[in-house]
Structures are given as structure tokens and as C-alpha cells.
């Protein structure tokens, strides 16, 4: 039974339903939605732009870019082997990407969930001629603070180990 377009509305904010009270389940679902997406910058509240002028969907562009970029919480080009002090609490994120680069310039991350308290292994690792690398540091996430975890670093190459530490932490971007 198709229901015609013209009948349709929403009750209860999910189901899509007739003037008849039963539910639409054909392809009318898409244009209620496109009709919806369209309208939804009426309920923004508008914000004011530098020039005073007003803008009707600047908070929820400016949550959106936040959103997908992510916000910094720490930056150095040349990086760290020490603690790393974050510029808010990694519990008010749902993701951290740790970005990291080994003493040879090669760059990682790690995209961590649920972050704080956690304990995370970067790890790098490179071949040439010469043999191979492999480089790892393990480090706890806790509030504002991302440190070694119980010195557990080292270098393994071409059979011989060292406990050096040689992965230098260089951003941290959060994501709520």
C-alpha cells in the first residue's frame, strides 16, 4: 500500500507515519530527511562575526570543524622523550592521536579510545643495508599528563638490545 506524500509527519521525533497513524516505510523517508536538513539552520542560535555582522550557523560550524580536526593539546616540533603536559585533561575526550617520530625522523601515530589511564605502546621501526631497527616506548595516559610508563623503552637491532629512549612524542590531538 503506498501512502501519499502529502499526508506524512513526524511523531515522537523517529517514526514517520501517515495521516492513518501507521508507519511510512517506502522512499519518503530520504525526502523528510533532505526537507529536515534543510531547515535545521533555523534552530542554530546565530553568532556574531568580527565585523558585527551576524552568521546563522557559525557555532555549528565551528563545532563541526572541531569535530572532524580535532583540538590540540600539545605541539613541538622537535618533540620529547619526557613527560608530555597536555593543555586539557585527555577525560574530556573520547580519541587521542598521539603523533611521534623516531631519532631517525620516522613519524607514527597512535589513535587511542577512551583514553585516560591507559597505557600505550608507540612503536617505530626501519631496515636498510645495514640491519634493522626497532624502537618502542610505552607510555600512560593519566588527566594531563602522557609519561614513560614504569621506563619501559629500548632500541632491538641486529640482535643486541639498549635502553634507550628513542621515540620522541611531537602533537597530541583529542577528539570529543
Given at each position: 500500500?503506498?501512502?501519499?506524500?502529502?499526508?506524512?509527519?513526524?511523531e515522537g521525533g523517529a517514526i514517520l507515519r501517515n495521516e492513518y497513524g501507521t508507519s511510512q516505510t517506502d522512499g519518503y523517508v530520504q525526502e523528510y530527511i533532505n526537507t529536515a536538513l534543510s531547515n535545521v539552520s533555523a534552530s542554530i542560535p546565530t553568532m556574531a562575526t568580527t565585523s558585527g555582522t551576524?552568521?546563522?550557523?557559525?557555532?555549528?560550524?565551528?563545532?563541526?570543524?572541531?569535530?572532524?580536526?580535532?583540538?590540540?593539546?600539545y605541539s613541538s616540533s622537535s618533540g620529547t622523550t619526557?613527560?608530555?603536559?597536555?593543555?586539557?585533561?585527555?577525560?574530556?575526550?573520547?580519541?587521542?592521536?598521539?603523533?611521534?617520530?623516531?631519532?631517525?625522523?620516522?613519524?607514527?601515530?597512535?589513535?587511542?579510545?577512551?583514553?585516560?589511564?591507559?597505557v600505550v605502546l608507540l612503536f617505530a621501526g626501519t631496515a636498510d643495508s645495514n640491519?634493522?631497527?626497532?624502537?618502542?616506548?610505552?607510555?600512560?595516559?593519566n588527566g594531563t599528563t602522557i609519561s614513560t610508563y614504569e621506563n619501559r623503552y629500548g632500541q632491538y637491532?641486529?640482535?643486541?638490545?639498549?635502553?634507550?629512549?628513542?621515540?620522541?612524542?611531537?602533537?597530541?590531538?583529542?577528539?570529543?
Open positions: 500500500m503506498r501512502i501519499k506524500k502529502t499526508s506524512q509527519y513526524i551576524s552568521t546563522t550557523n557559525g557555532y555549528a560550524q565551528s563545532y563541526i570543524n572541531s569535530a572532524i580536526s580535532g583540538t590540540s593539546l619526557g613527560n608530555v603536559t597536555l593543555n586539557s585533561s585527555a577525560a574530556n575526550f573520547s580519541y587521542i592521536e598521539i603523533y611521534y617520530k623516531d631519532n631517525d625522523g620516522y613519524y607514527n601515530s597512535a589513535k587511542i579510545k577512551s583514553p585516560n589511564g591507559k640491519g634493522y631497527w626497532m624502537k618502542c616506548r610505552n607510555v600512560k595516559i637491532s641486529n640482535g643486541g638490545y639498549t635502553y634507550t629512549n628513542y621515540i620522541y612524542i611531537t602533537d597530541v590531538i583529542g577528539y570529543k
